[in-house]
Nanobody, 125 residues
Framework: QVQLVESGGGSVQPGGSLMLSCSAFGFTLDYGTIGWFRQAPGKEREGVSCISGSAGRTLYADSVKGRFTISRDIVRMRVYLQMNSLKPEDTAVYYC??????????????????WGKGTLVTVSS
């Protein structure tokens, strides 16, 4: 059974850093794509970053390019999101999601097959 469990959220001041972790169960990170999405209060869920299984290619939303880095540990079955230079507008619930059939990343919520329950990130002074 496919399961995704996020961790690492919390509160941080603007300019600070956090690392989110997504533990994957029931499938392999060698195939499909896995990504991070976020949903701020009153807003639609949006794609943040993604990494493809076979080639390890990454994709970032323009709003986080240069600040966030996605990575994976295939042996430990974990995907990470290192978030630096955090801004108040990064405040959201962050979700890990996977498209188990895709070969390349698409930051579209409708493409993802499975979702975690999310972890809250709050950026505030």
């Amino acid at each position: 059974q496919v399961q995704l469990v996020e961790s690492g959220g919390g509160s941080v001041q603007p300019g600070g850093s956090l690392m989110l972790s997504c533990s994957a169960f029931g499938f392999t990170l060698d195939y499909g794509t896995i990504g991070w999405f976020r949903q701020a209060p009153g807003k639609e869920r949006e794609g943040v970053s993604c990494i493809s299984g076979s080639a390890g290619r990454t994709l970032y939303a323009d709003s986080v390019k240069g600040r966030f880095t996605i990575s994976r540990d295939i042996v430990r079955m974990r995907v990470y999101l290192q978030m630096n230079s955090l801004k108040p507008e990064d405040t959201a619930v962050y979700y890990c999601a996977t498209d188990t059939y895709a070969e390349s990343c698409v930051l579209n919520v409708n493409h993802m097959d499975y979702w975690g329950k999310g972890t809250l990130v709050t950026v505030s002074s």
